[in-house]
């Protein structure tokens, strides 16, 4: 029996986009309105318009807040926490 770990799940098919996630994660870890600070980025194909959600290797899920920031600013609730 494994061990799981609790992460950020992205359903891409409902993002708009909005870019606040980022907003909210950078916000996290400097205290500024920093999205190069965040862990999560979101990147929309102009060509295609399929967007793509990447969880970045330093998401620690905002251990110590019972929802991770990004989760609780995302209006289409497009993330979620869960187990992979």
């Given at each position: 029996?494994?061990?799981f770990a609790e992460t950020i799940l992205a359903?891409?098919?409902a993002c708009t986009g909005c870019l606040a996630c980022?907003?909210?994660c950078g916000f996290r870890w400097s205290k500024s309105i920093d999205p190069s600070q965040s862990t999560i980025r979101?990147?929309?194909d102009d060509a295609s318009g399929m967007i793509d959600i990447n969880i970045l290797?330093?998401?620690d899920t905002c251990?110590?807040?019972e929802i991770p920031m990004c989760v609780?600013?995302?209006s289409p609730r497009v993330l979620?926490?869960?187990r992979r």
């Amino acid at each position: 029996m494994g061990v799981f770990a609790e992460t950020i799940l992205a359903d891409t098919r409902a993002c708009t986009g909005c870019l606040a996630c980022e907003l909210a994660c950078g916000f996290r870890w400097s205290k500024s309105i920093d999205p190069s600070q965040s862990t999560i980025r979101v990147h929309r194909d102009d060509a295609s318009g399929m967007i793509d959600i990447n969880i970045l290797e330093g998401c620690d899920t905002c251990r110590g807040i019972e929802i991770p920031m990004c989760v609780s600013i995302c209006s289409p609730r497009v993330l979620s926490l869960g187990r992979r």
